[in-house]
Structures are given as structure tokens and as C-alpha cells.
């Protein structure tokens, strides 16, 4: 069995041998018919013979012989469909001495294009993406990558013009905007789910948005935000104590401006009563390392794009370091 055929069309052999059947009766019974019309002939100077009706008063039929051309054509065409039935799959399971199938050519050629892709992408792979970022040709084929693959969501100019899809170029971001990170949301995705209505009525769920505006220092009505603070007990396991929560985690700081939802009274009241289930899917399997560092390092350089925390404060450290680190590891 080739590859491709893993599960056969036909649950029975019968089906295979219908199909052979008619298939060959087809072409035996086309070849019958020819064979019968190349025998006319009409012998110099005479006329066809006149068949016997017309049409519209006074349109006649001639039984004129078939052109020659023409039975030559259909000849040939027959020859072709048996040579394409010996090579190629057509007749019942035969799959043709070729063993062609359209999967194989499919497969063969997505890694062919995948080779030369990467090719080109080879440098880009093991350089730094903020030095990629700032590639001409990296950017165009990031941006071509951004518009097959993120564009639905994101917009193609980024911009989250969809409602609830983050803008990946300002300088706000729910998950970090740093080479790593942002390689991290395209690789793995975000599924992170906010449950419905945990405050039970419409009313907490104002106040707890006001409480919420408050921690951000935001323009808030302050009685409803005093009757939200101790509500928002019920969000403080995931959001935190101070509302900031853990972008690792997926649970978005709710005192910066970086809304996904919107910072309104009436955004966040909406947020809490429905709930929020965003979706970004994980690409890594999908398309692999060479894309997801070019898309990594578009997306960082849409304008937002923050520089990874220096390194540790070690590597730095005069040379007398090494001697105080050994003496330190010794006293251990
Ligand atoms: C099906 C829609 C969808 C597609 C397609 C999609 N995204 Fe997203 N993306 C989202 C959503 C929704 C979020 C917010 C996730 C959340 O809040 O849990 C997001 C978040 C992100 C983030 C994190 C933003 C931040 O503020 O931290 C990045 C980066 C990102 N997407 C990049 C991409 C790239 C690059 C692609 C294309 C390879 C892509 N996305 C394709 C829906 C999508
Ligand atoms: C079980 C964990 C959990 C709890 C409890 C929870 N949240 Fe959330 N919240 C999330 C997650 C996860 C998201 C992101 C959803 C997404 O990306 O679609 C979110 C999103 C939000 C957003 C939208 C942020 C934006 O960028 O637009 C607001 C506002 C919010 N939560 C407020 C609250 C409030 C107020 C409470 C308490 C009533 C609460 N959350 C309780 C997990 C939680």
C-alpha cells in the first residue's frame, strides 16, 4: 500500500471491479463506434445520401462520412487515456505503474518549498530578533507571513482593528512586549478564560468596575468604588490583591492601559457579567521556528517592541567576582 492510499475509496471489490468495468466498456465501446464510422466512404462523385426528416420547413441532414480529422483526434485521444490508465491511478484500486498520488506530489512539494524557504531564513534564525527587526528583507517577508496568517485577527496593519483583538503595534501589552515574550504568545497561544458573571448581579459588577478604575489611578466614582473594594475578593486570585495580575499566567494587569476589552465603566461591567475567553491560537507546530522568528521580529518592531531586562549584574562585575563567587561557593 503507497502512501496516500492508507484508507482505500472502495469498502468492497466490487466497487473496484464495477468501476474497471465500466471504464473499459466505455473505451471498448468508443473504439466499436469509431471503428463503424471510418468504414463509410463515398466513392467519387456521389452524393450523401439525404436522411429523412427536416427541420424548421426546410433544413435537411446529409449522412455525410465523419472528417477525417476529427475520427484521427478522437483516436488519439483514446490512445492517450489508456497510456494515462497504465501510469496513473484511474482504473478501480490500480493505483498505475507510476505509483503517482496527489497527496505524495503534495507532500513532496511542500517540503521542497519549506527547504528553500528556510534557506533564505537560515540567517535570520540564529540572529538576534531585534537586529532582524531592523532587516529590510526580513521585515517585508514578516509582513507578508503577518498578512497570510494574523491579519484576521490582528488587522493587516496590526492594529487589533477587530473588537477584542489586541493591538500588537502601540506600546501597551497584556503578555510582555519583549523579543521573548512576544515569541512565547505566538508559539504557544493564549487560552486563558475568564468565568461569567462572578459577582452575581449587575449592581457589584459597577461597583467592582469602579474599584477596579481605581487602582488604576483612573477617573472613577468613588462611593462605588468604596462597596466594590471588598467584592473584589472574588477576582483576586487571579487578578491579585492589587489588580496587577500575572501576565505569565494569562491574567491581565487591570491597572495599566493596555485593554483588550476596553477600559470603559461600561467595558469592564461587561467583561464581568459575560466573561472573557480570548482565543489566540498557538502557531508553533504550525509554522515552525523560521516563521516565528521573522513574525517575532515584525510584530516587535511595529513600534511597541520593548528590550529584553539587562542581563544579570555578574557578567559586569569586576574581575575580583570570580574569587569572591569560588570563596562563597566553598563556604557552602
Ligand atoms: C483567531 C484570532 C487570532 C489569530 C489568527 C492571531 N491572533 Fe494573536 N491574539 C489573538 C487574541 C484574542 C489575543 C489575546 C489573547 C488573550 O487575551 O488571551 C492575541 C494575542 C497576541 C499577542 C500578545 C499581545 C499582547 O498584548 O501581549 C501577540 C504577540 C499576538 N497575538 C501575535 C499574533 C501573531 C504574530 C499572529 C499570526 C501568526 C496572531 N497573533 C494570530 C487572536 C489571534
Ligand atoms: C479564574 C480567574 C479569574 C477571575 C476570578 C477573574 N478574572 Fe478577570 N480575567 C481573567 C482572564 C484569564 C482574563 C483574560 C481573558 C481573555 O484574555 O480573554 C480576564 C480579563 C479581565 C478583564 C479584561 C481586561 C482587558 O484587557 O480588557 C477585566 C476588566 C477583568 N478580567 C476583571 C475582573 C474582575 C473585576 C474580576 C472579579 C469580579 C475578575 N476579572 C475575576 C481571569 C479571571
Redesign the pocket.
Known amino acids: 500500500m503507497i502512501e496516500g492510499y492508507a484508507v482505500p475509496d472502495f469498502v468492497s471489490d466490487f466497487w473496484n471491479y464495477y468501476v474497471i468495468a465500466i471504464t473499459v466498456i466505455s473505451i471498448l465501446g468508443v473504439m466499436w463506434f469509431l471503428k463503424q464510422q471510418s468504414g463509410q466512404k463515398l466513392a467519387p462523385g456521389e452524393k450523401a445520401a439525404l436522411m429523412e426528416h427536416a427541420w424548421d420547413g426546410d433544413l435537411q441532414e446529409l449522412n455525410n462520412p465523419l472528417p477525417k480529422w476529427w475520427l484521427y483526434m478522437f483516436w488519439g485521444l483514446i490512445f492517450f487515456s489508456i497510456i494515462y490508465l497504465v501510469l496513473f491511478p484511474g482504473l478501480g484500486k490500480f493505483p498505475g505503474v507510476l505509483n503517482w498520488t496527489s497527496a505524495a506530489q503534495y507532500t513532496d512539494e511542500k517540503t521542497r518549498i519549506d527547504a528553500d524557504f528556510n534557506k533564505v531564513m537560515e540567517p535570520f534564525l540564529h540572529e538576534d530578533v531585534m537586529k532582524v527587526a531592523a532587516d529590510p528583507t526580513a521585515k517585508e517577508m514578516g509582513n507578508h ?2 498578512l497570510t ?2 491579519s ?3 488587522g493587516s496593519n496590526a492594529q487589533g482593528d477587530g473588537k ?3 493591538n ?1 503595534s502601540d506600546k ?6 519583549d523579543p521573548d ?2 515569541k512565547a ?2 508559539s504557544a497561544g ?3 478564560e475568564m468565568p461569567a458573571n462572578l459577582l452575581g448581579d449587575e449592581k457589584s459588577a459597577k461597583e467592582v468596575a469602579n474599584y477596579v478604575l481605581s487602582l488604576g489611578g483612573k477617573p472613577h466614582d468613588a462611593a462605588l468604588a468604596e462597596a466594590g473594594k471588598t467584592k473584589f475578593a472574588a477576582c483576586a486570585g487571579c487578578h491579585g490583591e492589587d489588580g496587577k495580575g500575572n501576565a505569565a499566567a ?1 491574567f ?1 494587569n487591570l491597572t495599566d492601559d ?1 485593554w ?1 476589552y476596553g477600559g470603559s465603566e461600561a467595558a469592564i461591567v461587561e467583561t464581568i457579567m459575560k466573561g472573557r475567553k ?4 498557538a ?1 508553533q507546530d504550525m ?1 515552525g521556528d523560521a516563521k516565528i522568528q521573522l ?1 517575532t521580529a515584525y ?1 516587535w518592531g511595529l513600534g511597541g517592541g520593548q528590550t529584553p531586562a539587562a542581563p544579570a549584574p555578574v557578567a559586569a562585575a569586576p574581575a575580583a567576582a570570580p574569587a569572591a563567587a569560588a570563596e562563597a561557593a566553598q563556604a557552602k
Open positions: 507571513l503577518f496568517y494574523c484576521q485577527c490582528h477584542n483583538f489586541p500588537l501597551t501589552w497584556l503578555f510582555g512586549g515574550s512576544i504568545s505566538i493564549h487560552s486563558a494569562g491581565p493596555a483588550q480570548g482565543g489566540m491560537p502557531f509554522l513574525l510584530v
